[in-house]
């Protein structure tokens, strides 16, 4: 019997790649996404990272069995010509079949309620500390105790933008508003806009907003070149001020990730006052404002300037330790540049991460970053279920020969170091801007 089916190439797929004409692949199928890109939950950010590309396991990573139901509305018709599966992709799509069928997705034990009680421990404590306590010290604690408070409350906010925390939607947008806008100042409209794009484009230079920190670090030589930002759409100059900072920035790191949470609040309100559009603006804006209302006042409320000055530094450098957290999982990892490719978007996903080995007494600290592989290839799986699956993902890793970095903190804190001190001391050579150490490109460079 003859087949009936229509076919395009890969080549005529990877035409429709732009705003207006957003076409993906999802098992074979093409699927035209262009006016639900305007309404996609996540945004059009990812849509247009995978446009015109097979995005088969991004889809099955980031999506319940349930949307699947919803895909036939945008079918062109056409199927794709010569669709193969990398062994790869084909074990990681059963092993999601698998976890799934075991209920892990559901099984999101109580992570999130001892996380907020623990919040409002140390949130009641700090406001204690500060308006209930007249010793120095009393308010210096607190300081550090709201840095503290405040990676919690990132965890949470992590926690609530990938999966259901609470019991229904309306609770877990009430519990990101909280935690993200709220109490720590930070958009989480912003948050879900940047995370997704890092997800889908896991360390690529020019479309993962997680790597570029121009002019204060960068990770790869390549950055030198002045290139192209497509998630800001801009480009990032390669200037003498930056050339100047990037010189240093082994030496600089740990002193400005003491105050990263400067960049952040600047990215909420620059994103909420732009024209781009924001699901509840309004609300997000409000949230904002409740923020930059309770805790000015609380530090208005310090007997003088200097213990303000010390209680602000104190909460913005205990939170840094956070920030570095962020950094440890993908500065030192392979990097590339360009858009993901889907067919093997499993595999950039190992390369481009790092775990932190530490025993589960410590999970509290990491907010299950440190199984950082295992939450880039199962976003949605709640926190307390990454240890569980973290051998399964290993043994996969090990079939198909892929790496599954994993050291401890201080290992992972030396090799961040060292890929930022690697790049200094080729940013210094003002004469010859292209990278002299070519054995250290090619280990951290892929694609």
Not at 14 to 32: A, E, P, R
Not at 293 to 318: A, G
Request: charged residues 15%; glycine residues 6%.
């Amino acid at each position: 019997m003859a087949d009936t089916k229509k076919y395009i190439s890969k080549e005529e797929l990877k035409t429709h790649n732009t705003v207006g004409d957003l076409w993906i692949s999802i098992q074979g199928k093409v699927y035209d996404v262009t006016d639900w890109g305007k309404r996609h939950p996540g945004g059009i950010t990812p849509l247009l990272s995978l446009a015109g590309k097979d995005a088969t396991d991004a889809f099955v990573a980031y999506h319940p069995g349930v949307v699947w139901n919803r895909l036939d509305e945008f079918f062109t018709g056409f199927h794709l010509k010569d669709y193969s599966v990398s062994g790869a992709s084909r074990d990681y799509r059963k092993l999601m079949y698998e976890i799934s069928k075991m209920g892990f997705f559901e099984k999101k034990g109580h992570v999130g309620f001892v996380t907020l009680c623990a919040m409002a421990a140390m949130f009641s404590a700090c406001i204690y500390g500060v308006l209930g306590c007249d010793s120095t010290w009393a308010h210096l604690g607190s300081g550090a105790l709201m840095g503290l408070f405040w990676i919690q409350s990132g965890w949470i906010g992590h926690d609530s933008g990938h999966y259901e925390v609470m019991m229904n939607k309306g609770l877990n947008r009430f519990v990101q508003v909280l935690s993200g806008n709220c109490l720590a100042g930070i958009s989480i409209a912003w948050w879900k806009w940047n995370h997704n794009a890092h997800h889908i484009a896991c360390n690529s230079l020019d479309f993962d907003p997680d790597l570029q920190h121009m002019p204060f670090f960068v990770v790869s030589s390549k950055f030198f070149s002045s290139i192209t930002s497509r998630f800001y759409e801009r480009k990032l100059n390669f200037d003498p001020v930056s050339r100047f900072l990037v010189s240093y920035q082994h030496l600089t790191f740990y002193p400005v990730m003491c105050f990263a949470r400067i960049n952040l609040f600047a990215q909420s309100w620059l994103l909420l006052l732009s024209k781009r559009t924001v699901p509840n603006r309004v609300q997000e804006i409000l949230g904002l404002l409740v923020f930059w209302i309770w805790y000015p006042f609380l530090v208005s409320c310090l007997p003088n300037w200097w213990e303000r000055l010390m209680f602000i530094v104190l909460s913005f450098s205990f939170t840094g330790i956070q920030h570095v957290q962020f950094c440890l999982n993908h500065f030192s990892s392979s990097v590339y540049v360009g858009p993901p490719n889907g067919d093997d978007w499993f595999e950039k996903q190992t390369h481009g991460t790092l775990c932190i080995s530490c025993s589960s007494w410590m999970d509290w600290f990491h907010g299950g970053l440190q199984f950082q592989v295992e939450h880039h290839l199962f976003p949605r799986l709640p926190r307390s279920q990454l240890r569980k699956i973290s051998p399964f993902v290993q043994e996969l890793c090990k079939k198909h020969n892929l790496p599954y970095n994993c050291v401890s903190f201080w290992k992972a804190n030396l090799m961040t170091l060292a890929t930022l001190r690697a790049a200094a001391l080729q940013a210094r050579d003002l004469c010859n801007p292209i990278p002299k150490n070519l054995v250290w490109e090619a280990v951290n460079t892929h694609g």
